[in-house]
Each structure stands twice: as C-alpha cells, then as structure tokens.
C-alpha cells in the first residue's frame, strides 16, 4: 500500500515558520506532482503548493512569496517552508501526490496523506 505520511504541524506565534514534511512510502515505481493542500472547518481543500518531478513549483497567491515547497526524490519526500506564518494559515495541511506504483505502473494514482494541523496563534 502506496502511504503518503505528514509530520512538522504544530503550534506556532505568528510571524514564524513551520516545516512541514511529507514521505512516501510503499511499492513506489515513481512520484509525478507532489503536492500541499489546506482545509479548514466548513471550506473546501484548497492548493497551496506544488512541484513537478522535475522540481518546478507552484503556489497559491496567498502564500507566493511566504512558502517554499522543495522536494527530495531519493528519499520521496517533499517538504512546505512556511515563513512569516499567519493566522489564516491555521488549517489541516495534507499532502497529497501522483504516484506510479509497482503494482498500477504505468498508471498514475492520486494518493492523499492524513493530515497535520497547523496552528498560528499567539
């Protein structure tokens, strides 16, 4: 089973940064797009960022400039720099990828992690 497992939320004040990281595991072949979405209570799972295998990002306006997504493909792991963080930043962050698996291959995938809690507050 293809597993996407986030780790990093936490409380944070706001004006600090966060790192979220998120690894693949299972029968991987190959990862395409990984991805972070956030969702809070009564909106819609919306995109963050996101990066190509080939490492071109992209992001929301609402954090251009204030997220870095990075990826490591050795390690099938793709990460979110939050800085200068907000309080509307406080959502459930979720990874989320398109992945090849051994068993699927040459098919892509969506696979979404369980989530990590982000909190800005003072």
């Known amino acids: 089973q293809v597993q996407l497992v986030e780790s990093g939320g936490r409380l944070v004040q706001p004006g600090g940064s966060l790192r979220l990281s998120c690894a693949a595991s299972?029968?991987?072949?190959?990862?395409?797009?990984m991805g972070w979405y956030r969702q809070t209570p009564g909106t819609v799972r919306d995109m963050v960022a996101f990066?190509?295998?080939?490492?071109?990002?992209n992001y929301a306006d609402s954090v251009k400039d204030r997220f870095t997504v990075s990826r490591d493909n050795a390690k099938n792991t793709v990460y979110l720099q939050m800085n200068n963080l907000k309080p509307e930043d406080t959502a459930v962050y979720y990874c989320?990828?398109?992945?090849?698996?051994?068993?699927?291959?040459?098919?892509?995938?969506?696979?979404w992690g369980q989530g990590t809690q982000v909190t800005v507050s003072a």
């Open positions: 989320n990828a398109d992945i090849r698996s051994l068993i699927t291959r040459p098919t892509l995938r969506n696979y």
């Open positions: 990066i190509t295998s080939g490492g071109v990002a």
């Open positions: 299972g029968e991987i072949d190959s990862i395409a797009t």
